[in-house]
């Protein structure tokens, strides 16, 4: 196992890790990009270098050039001077002088070996024809040496020419000392990004870790986790990104728990009823056609209430899916209300309550006419459960900004400060024991507000306890 800043991980795991892949890559790349850098640098040294010694050798040349070319026009040479010029300067630049006539003689030795011989170089060939030239050339014993060749000249004529042997080991091993120095430089810089780069990629992906960590959590069932980034970077968008993910699903698994909870709870109940009235039935003794009438006829309501929750759940499983497809038409939303007070008056009236219809305006809009026509039907619905005898129920139609605005305002029981943000969740009541004496389900006024958002708009509501309440549905009008 190997353990790189706190976090331990397995030997194979590590070589084929992102981590690794990305510090073997640029590590790699480093590696490529001092190897060229060096090259490129020791290159220029040498050749600026090189440059620098011939341009100073072939001054050199020169000068000597100019000091000889009068005794070697005359062929009067004093060649104790030439010699002693010769050496002098040959022991002051380092270096070997070899100096020949046009004919290739040599008339001037500063090693004393070709005088008076015939010394046919390459260098000095190229120098009697009047171009001034510098070799080097690498032997075994002497090592590398730069011949520089200069012709001697009078009056633009060649009388003769000038040679400079000179070591230049002392160039090569100043660089190669400068080359061994950039190597270790290099080296030392490798160990050091290294080092940097293994701290920089565990500071990189401890955020990773990080997610790893709230993953394997949440996919064990534990949604209370967050990811904690303290930078202010992509990570921290990601984090925050993934955290509200969470807490959705955090919150859509807690609706879930109490959906099941609540559907089962619900179904119960009438269940329970009906196990009730049937084993009371099983064990009536009594020939009492009415008894029995009247036992049949609370199980019968206790289906009626089994179907209207079951009803009501397909309702929300179908409004609920993502691939709902709303049948748009446009509709006169007149038309639609006083179809739907119609059919709703007998309610009403079973209660002696007011049912009126007030339309301000003419309003026609796009919309899935039998949704919408449920959604209104629910909110009235729970209007004449929550609105005592005699009451009063108005409807309402106008237009307010953007929206055709359907009004529903009863003069009920009202609904406590506190439960009107909860009142459009599943299976809410406020008042839970009347609600089950109304047959309610607690899932009504939740089908309304889907059916509403489905189609863009807003359900609100304003309520004061025992006054009564208005429900307000309001449909974009485009």
């Not at 190897?35 to 341009?55: G, Q, R």
């Not at 009047?130 to 004529?157: E, L, Q």
């Not at 796009?366 to 009235?380: E, F, H, L, M, Y």
């Not at 009063?392 to 029981?413: H, S």
Request: aromatic share 8%; proline share 1%.
């Amino acid at each position: 196992m190997v353990i790189i800043l706190g976090v331990k991980l397995n030997k194979r795991k590590w070589f084929y890790s992102v981590r690794w892949k990305l510090i073997s890559t640029y590590l790699l790349l480093l590696m490529i990009s001092l190897f060229i850098i060096n090259a490129v640098t020791i290159n220029s040294i040498l050749e600026n270098s090189l440059e620098k010694k011939k341009v100073d050798t072939f001054a050199k040349a020169n000068i000597i050039s100019i000091r000889v070319k009068n005794y070697i026009l005359t062929h009067n040479m004093d060649l104790t001077y030439i010699k002693s010029m010769v050496k002098e300067y040959s022991n002051e630049i380092k270096s070997r002088i070899i100096i020949v006539d046009v004919n290739n003689i040599v008339q001037a030795d500063s090693g004393d070996t070709f005088v008076g011989e015939v010394f046919k170089h390459d260098e000095i060939n190229s120098a009697l024809k009047g171009m001034a030239t510098s070799n080097i050339h690498n032997f075994k014993i002497m090592g590398r040496v730069m011949y520089v060749a200069v012709p001697v000249t009078v009056d633009k004529n060649i009388i003769g020419a000038t040679l400079i042997s000179t070591s230049i080991n002392s160039i090569y091993e100043e660089v190669q000392h400068i080359q061994n120095k950039i190597i270790i430089i290099s080296i030392v810089s490798m160990l050091v990004n290294i080092c940097i780069s293994f701290l920089l990629m565990g500071l990189i992906f401890q955020p990773l870790d990080e997610f790893k960590r709230v993953i394997n959590k949440a996919s064990q069932g534990n949604l209370k986790e967050k990811i904690n980034i303290e930078t202010n970077d992509e990570f921290r968008d990601v984090a925050d990104a993934f955290n509200m993910m969470i807490l959705k699903l955090d919150q859509a698994d807690t609706e879930r728990k109490d959906f099941v909870a609540n559907v089962s709870h619900e179904l119960r109940t009438p269940l329970s009823s009906i196990k009730i009235l049937s084993e009371s039935l099983l064990s009536e003794n009594e020939e009492n056609i009415e008894i029995y009438r009247e036992f049949l006829q609370d199980i019968d309501s206790e289906v009626d209430r089994l179907n209207n929750i079951i009803s009501d759940l397909l309702s929300l499983t179908t409004l609920g899916k993502e691939n709902i497809i709303l049948n748009y038409r446009t509709t006169y939303i007149n038309f639609l209300l006083e179809k739907i007070v119609l059919s709703m008056k007998p309610l009403a009236e079973k209660k002696s309550i007011k049912l009126t219809l007030i339309l301000e305006e003419k309003v026609q809009i796009s919309i899935d006419q039998d949704k919408i026509q449920q959604a209104v039907i629910n909110v009235i619905d729970n209007a004449i459960k929550y609105t005592q005898q005699n009451g009063l129920i108005e409807i309402k139609l106008y237009t307010l900004e953007q929206y055709a605005v359907i009004a529903i305002k009863d003069n009920g029981i009202g609904i406590p400060e506190d439960c009107i943000p909860h009142i459009f969740e599943r299976f809410y009541r406020v008042d839970k024991a009347r609600s089950r004496e109304t047959g309610g389900t607690g899932l009504g006024l939740s089908i309304s507000w889907q059916i509403v958002s489905l189609h863009k708009g807003i359900i609100e509501v304003d309520s004061q306890y025992g006054k009564g309440s208005t429900f307000y549905i309001k449909l974009p009008l485009q």
